[in-house]
């Protein structure tokens, strides 16, 4: 189909390449992953007006593989092979998500002027991203897929800011002060405390709110599960993190804005693999590996990768959320649908 749009890709956290001012890459050369050191991977905790402070680090785009594990190679070079015209919004994914949408506002309207207006398409973290992005009246595209996007609560990442993430044999690239600094994934979790996902040992719910500091600190979540004694700076990080958080989940559970034409939207999500739903605090802590499971992506529950909004299409996959795209017969025959949806050219 010749006279197909071009599609923007939106990477998930985590799921591109980063180099430091010195161009020095901290995220992922194969050699960090067989020793244990630090990369440099942690933000600045300083905020001025309301911005968490840049470090100069810069995106070299999406990661393909890992080793021998496929990341977006499938993806991308699927993709490409089905004759698609694939851009790569490079982006550094762990500032929050609002800043990243202002760049990816831009970048939409660079590619519309060198190639038309454009689909996206948009994998977990990358759709909160885009979500962002396409609610503004300036940001016009054709279409978007959001792939395990995190649109309703989860708490599938508070292990990764308790205990920090080993990557194979390194246990401080991310550990659980780096993902600390970064200001994405406080975005993930719940904004009702009636639905905190929290449980006490009698499986009763507990009041909870994701969004206040002194909330995680009575619970002992987070940073506070190690380390109850944190700095006044990391307080003030905190605070400042959680509040830009709010916003950012506020906006994404919100209505369609009144006035601002919808994109077609598509959806692709799983419901073959146990995520977690809740934990359960013990001795008024929170057990990470004490967990109830439900049905979904095993990162993204089912029934919260479906926008607040009205969308044209919902596929399932049997892929779990790092594969969601791996399937390139699916997204192919996915995306052909939206180009057939598409109003006709006037």
Not at 99 to 113: C, D, F, K, M, R
Not at 277 to 287: M, T, V
Not at 301 to 322: R, V, W
Request: net charge neutral.
């Amino acid at each position: 189909m010749s006279d197909r749009p071009c599609v923007i890709f939106v990477h998930g956290i985590k799921g591109g390449h980063l180099r430091n001012q010195q161009n020095k890459k901290i995220w992922l050369r194969v050699v960090d992953l067989f020793s244990n050191h630090d990369t440099g991977l942690a933000l600045p905790i300083d905020w001025e007006n309301g911005s968490q402070k840049k470090d100069g680090t810069k995106s070299d785009g999406p990661i393909k593989k890992i080793l021998w594990k496929p990341v977006y190679a499938p993806f991308l070079s699927g993709m490409k092979k089905k004759g698609w015209q694939i851009f790569n919004f490079k982006h550094d994914w762990r500032r929050d998500q609002l800043e990243i949408a202002s760049e990816l506002i831009e970048y939409i309207q660079q590619i519309t002027s060198e190639q038309g207006p454009p689909l996206l398409v948009a994998h977990s973290n990358g759709g909160i991203i885009s979500d962002l992005a396409i609610r503004k009246a300036s940001c016009k595209i054709k279409g978007i897929l959001y792939a395990g996007v995190p649109f309703g609560s989860g708490v599938s990442f508070l292990p990764d800011m308790t205990h920090g993430e080993q990557v194979l044999r390194n246990k401080k690239i991310g550990d659980a002060m780096v993902h600390f600094s970064w200001t994405a994934p406080w975005t993930y979790f719940p904004l009702s405390d009636a639905t905190s996902r929290l449980l006490d040992e009698h499986g009763s719910p507990v009041t909870h709110d994701w969004y206040s500091v002194s909330s995680w600190a009575k619970h002992g979540l987070g940073p506070f599960f190690q380390n109850s004694d944190l700095s006044n700076k990391q307080l003030s990080h905190m605070e400042n993190a959680l509040h830009r958080a709010k916003e950012i989940r506020k906006i994404i559970e919100s209505p369609w804005p009144e006035g601002h034409s919808r994109p077609l939207t598509f959806v692709l999500r799983s419901e073959d693999h146990d995520t977690p739903s809740a934990y359960k605090l013990e001795g008024g802590e929170s057990n990470t590996k004490n967990t109830i499971m439900k049905k979904g992506d095993g990162r993204i529950l089912f029934e919260s990768a479906l926008p607040t909004y009205d969308i044209e299409a919902d596929y399932l996959t049997p892929n779990g959320h790092g594969a969601l795209l791996n399937n390139v017969n699916q997204i192919d025959m996915i995306l052909n649908s939206m180009v057939t949806a598409l109003p006709p050219k006037a």
